[in-house]
């Protein structure tokens, strides 16, 4: 099956600097990803919609400058959470768009995941 | 806009019996449906999903969901529950296949021995 990876798997960092996260399709090629938080013991909201070789589109209320997205190559995208504050701490999922070029569709496969604590 | 409801919380259900998960959706035109489960810590796995055709969809671990379009329901069911299966569900739409996807709160399921 389709694999995503996440890169860290967790972090801690100081309030104030900026964490990268990467997101990999492993064995197929994105042309779309997406970036999901998750905050403890609720559902996963979606940030915004990242796509190679342009700007992503973010979801109202998702801050564009605070939450950097790079979608540079078919197979990596990646998330920076910039000047991170304690309010950012949650868990952070990416999915990857895999095209069967069936008549069965698309299908997003998730990665395992980063969670994120800013002290 | 679309929406999912989840209206079970939590759901603690026995080793062995049968389990059923609801979920209900709400959008405009033909929903893409899809079911995935979360282990504690971890991403997202794929149980089914539903794009058309027969309404009962066959899935991954034995779980099965059926479309009623009437009922704007897509219920997960699986006859006889593991340990294993103790995770929280997620119902998620979408407009296509690939397209960004709206969950449901998420029902977490116990299973006691």
């Known amino acids: 099956g389709a694999v995503v990876s996440q890169h860290p798997s967790w972090v801690i960092c100081k309030s104030g600097t900026s964490v990268k996260i990467e997101c990999r399709s492993l064995d197929f090629q994105a042309t779309t990803m997406f970036w999901y938080r998750q905050f403890p013991k609720q559902s996963l909201m979606l940030m915004a919609t990242s796509n190679e070789g342009s700007k992503a589109t973010y979801e109202q209320g998702v801050e564009k400058d605070k939450f950097l997205i790079n979608h540079a190559s078919l197979t990596l995208s990646t998330l920076t959470v910039t000047s991170a504050h304690p309010e950012d701490s949650s868990f952070y999922i990416c999915?990857?768009?895999?095209?069967?070029?069936?008549?069965?569709?698309?299908?997003?496969?998730f990665g395992p995941g980063t969670r994120l604590t800013v002290l | 806009a679309q929406s999912v409801t989840q209206p079970d919380i939590h759901i603690t259900v026995s080793e062995g019996a049968s389990l059923e998960l609801r979920c209900n959706y709400s959008?405009?035109?033909?929903?893409?449906l899809f079911w995935y489960v979360q282990s504690p810590g971890q991403g997202l796995q794929l149980l089914l999903k539903?794009?058309?055709?027969?309404?009962l969809v066959q899935g991954i671990k034995g779980f099965e969901a059926e479309f009623k379009r009437s009922q704007s329901s897509f219920n997960l069911r699986k006859p006889s529950v593991h340990w294993s299966d103790a995770a929280e569900y997620f119902c998620a739409v979408g407009k296509a296949a690939g397209n960004k996807l709206t969950f449901g709160g998420g029902t977490r399921v116990l299973v006691k021995p």
């Open positions: 539903y794009f058309s055709g027969d309404t």
């Open positions: 959008y405009g035109a033909t929903p893409y």
């Open positions: 999915s990857a768009r895999w095209s069967s070029g069936g008549s069965r569709g698309d299908t997003q496969y």
